[in-house]
């Protein structure tokens, strides 16, 4: 059975500071993503036992329990990438474009992710989303790692708010810890799969009644 398992980080613990703590690094790394892989394996031979068993009566928390834990994993994966010490300015070429077309520009859709992230009820993460139905781009919150996740929509770059993200450096200033990852933005990896969920079909007919241009 494939089992999940933790990436290296692309940088040093240390390479994003001042804006994030090489300790909130290592601890967010190395205990807290790393308990979502555990979890996510762990899920995984529990309902491979409980097809061997013929027992599913722990189907539904296990399904749950594979779902918070696999969401958790793929979120901070992506997180990590969407960092680079030497990150900041803003995108470029088509993804420019786009932001230009659905938020009315980069100011206003900083505003507007900012004020997801920092709005959520409890934990989660606030994302930039491509919706293959639409076609466009729009801000989401995930409460926890999943939930309230508009089906078929691809999540482009992700905003942690989870305590364990900013607690040890920023205490309960959480805002300032959103508005500090704008210096580490990597813009390369944002746009690369912008390009790259731009070619998503999800095969649908007749789901809208127009079709913005691409």
């Known amino acids: 059975m494939a089992r999940y398992v933790l990436p290296d980080l692309p940088y ?3 390479s ?15 205990k807290h993503h790393k308990a979502y892989v555990d979890g996510a394996n762990a899920a995984l031979e529990a309902l491979e036992e409980a097809r061997q068993k013929n027992d599913f ?5 296990l399904e749950r329990s594979l779902a918070f834990n696999v969401s958790g994993h793929v ?12 990150g900041g300015d803003r995108p470029t070429g088509d993804l420019a474009s786009a932001l230009d077309r659905d938020f ?26 491509w919706d293959p139905l639409g076609r466009r781009l729009l801000t989401a919150q995930f409460h926890d790692h999943q939930s309230e996740v508009t089906q078929g929509s691809v999540p482009l770059l992700v905003i942690d708010a989870w ?9 309960n200033e959480k805002v300032q810890f959103f508005e ?3 210096n580490l933005w990597n813009w390369e990896d944002v746009e690369a799969r912008f390009a790259a969920a731009r070619r998503l079909d999800l095969g649908l007919v007749h789901v809208t009644d127009e079709q913005p241009a691409p």
């Open 163 to 171: 305590e364990h993200a900013y607690y040890l450096q920023y205490k």
């Open 57 to 61: 009566a722990r189907l539904a928390a």
């Open 104 to 129: 009315g520009g980069f100011a206003h859709f900083r505003a507007q992710l900012t004020k997801a992230a920092s709005t959520i009820m409890g934990s989660g993460w606030a994302a930039l989303c």
């Open 16 to 30: 994003l500071e001042p804006h994030i703590s090489a300790d909130i690094m290592r601890l967010h790394h190395d």
């Open 180 to 182: 500090a990852l704008w």
């Open 12 to 14: 040093d613990y240390g």
């Open 75 to 86: 979120l901070h994966s992506l997180f990590w990438q969407n960092l680079t010490p030497d």
